[in-house]
């Protein structure tokens, strides 16, 4: 399989590791074209996983060391994926709305935390980082295969598919503080650009909301702030024991 | 002045990029050795200010263009500061502790929310990533020039300079859910390596706390769990407006 270093208009994308190979395995199968082994690949309990996991779904596998000079420029890359683009329509429910993201790692990352948090469904307003390049899914841990993400042209557009949910932007002047604002079902939280935030106009959008912090720093890095508001809105839902203090 | 690429060992360090700078020369200015300009660094409002603060405090400044190709992979800085290393003590009071953290961005990063939300100081439990690095400075943002980063061999010989901390371990399998869990000042936010998380040992250390999240994630990035936490344990200290409800 001739495997070639990955451009944004391609329909191929690649998963780089074991972890975030099983991920694909695991969550996408039937989008998984291939799987890529290094020689040097001796973990015999992952590669029985991993070989088992690809009979059952017929996905052939190789081995070959030269792909991964080509996909990778770390050293412990022992095992990819490649993977099969594909378009995604995101369902009704709770959201997160990325409004020009610049940076690959961080929408991983934020992938991860949403996924964590039970935020499936990721709206992008374009122009905007790919949620497809090997980068991003890698920073995801492989949160990829299990979250939706739909780009939009204009933040209008998202909204006209989705007019019923609840819109928080998050902006440094949020007229309400995260903790004090009631989050009503569905509902939309909403992040801007790492360097520019969200555009000025979004201070008339639904509930503006600022997350507290002293003067110290301009502003939270993108993939924290989006946390936090995940955090603080799904908290107490993910079955944790009933409230306690401690002693 | 000759520039050579970072080493651990070194008694300098270097920051790189314009806000990074700043904030040295604003935070620690007579730890700033020198401010390295490039040729075609032309915002000359910024380039002002930095001469200014330069000449206030007796640091030489000088246009080299070959530093920067020692000192930054990136295309797009064009200053850097030569920082003097120095060691730091903890003060009492509220603390960071990171046991183990390998990732040199990670403690960038956290070092960023940490001054974001007060916690000036922070004990890093070797073996550990370099605080100094100017990779770590870079993530920082800056906020590398407002905290102090002791280092400490052992958890036990942090635990002997502050005996009256109260201690929360962050453990996946933590007893008590953050947003639960009643946060006595002065406390100790404990977190541990990326891969590894804290010892299992660390459950018998104050209380262990867990943050409540679905189980489609092993766990959630490092910087956003103790971001979160400290966002939490913070809540309502900085000016923010009485609570209010959205309407």
Redesign the interface.
Known sequence: MKVKRYKKDDDITYSLGVTVTMEFLLGRPSDVKAVLLHPSFDSKETLDKILKLCRENNIPTEIDAKAFNILSQKENCFVAGVIAKQPQTLRPGNHIVLVNPSNDGNMG?IM??A????FKDIAVITPAADPDDPKTIRAS?G?RA?VRVQMFGDFKDYRAVFPGNSLYPFMLDGS??L????IREPFSLIFGNEATGLPAWFSTVG?PV?????H???S??L??AA??AM??ST????G??P????S
């Not at 996924?115 to 039970?118: A, I, K, T």
């Not at 600022?210 to 002293?214: K, P």
């Open positions: 990352t991860r935390s996924l964590g948090f039970g841990m949160a299990k309400v503080m903790g004090n604002v009631d509930t600022r997350i507290d912090h002293g110290d720093i301009d939270l890095n993939p924290i946390s936090i955090y603080e908290k107490g839902k993910f944790g024991m409230a306690e203090v401690s």
